[in-house]
């Protein structure tokens, strides 16, 4: 089975950092992804962890530890056009399952 | 254009009606997913094709759920005899088997009246 634990819901403010944690739970577990989804809109790819460690793209990153069942997605210098659901999703063998996500709020 | 389509984009239907809902993937792509998403939740998995084989439908949640990908590319999702519980947002999505990364289309909002 597989089990996704993260945020409901958090709030930040512009030009901040924001650090969404997640925990897993999944058999045949092959890496993590992490998605961004605008409201009314699709999923849209933003990193993939294979290895443990932490994996920085621009202003966004993403760490892994698989022994713990953990993963963040941090993201800094926060814009306004970050306000969006964000979905931590373990692969597992072929597939990708998705938790809820976290929806983040992002104040003037 | 280089990304993945669906069509229609939203599809209203009385209940019992069947509907079709189609999926053009990334030129390439060997993979592809269909899944459905309710409001405030995250996409939950239908089935999978890989090039025109159907290898998990597992997540269907009725007979009257029914996939194809006769050619390896465009693929079709149709629902027969529609319940007011379908109603949702239909996504699909294409990836080649490596790296695995899942891109995903515009989707289709089914409404079932």
């Known amino acids: 089975g597989q089990n996704i634990d993260q945020p409901t819901e958090m709030t930040a403010t512009e030009g901040a950092i924001v650090q969404i944690n997640c925990t897993y739970q999944t058999s045949g577990f092959n890496g993590l992804f992490w998605y961004q989804q605008h409201a009314g809109e699709a999923p849209t790819f933003l990193s993939y962890n294979v290895l443990d460690g932490l994996e920085e793209k621009g202003r966004f990153s993403s760490f892994l530890s698989r022994s713990k069942g953990y993963s963040y997605l941090l993201l800094k210098e926060l814009q306004m056009k970050d306000s969006a659901s964000y979905l931590c999703?373990?692969?597992?063998?072929?597939?990708?399952?998705f938790g809820k996500g976290t929806r983040l709020h992002i104040l003037p | 254009g280089a990304g993945v389509s669906q069509s229609p984009r939203y599809k209203v239907a009385k209940r019992g009606q069947d509907v079709a809902l189609r999926c053009d993937p990334i030129s390439g792509h060997v993979s592809l997913f269909w899944y459905q998403q309710a409001l405030g939740q995250g996409p939950e998995f239908l089935t999978y094709f890989q090039n025109e084989a159907q290898l998990d439908k597992s997540g269907l949640p009725s007979d009257r759920f029914f996939a194809e990908r006769p050619e390896g590319s465009v693929s079709t999702l149709k629902i027969q005899r529609t319940q007011q519980e379908d109603s949702a947002v239909y996504l699909c999505a294409s990836s080649f088997p490596s790296p695995p990364a899942q891109y995903f289309g515009p989707g289709t909002r089914l409404t079932v009246l």
């Open positions: 999703a373990p692969g597992r063998d072929d597939k990708i399952i």
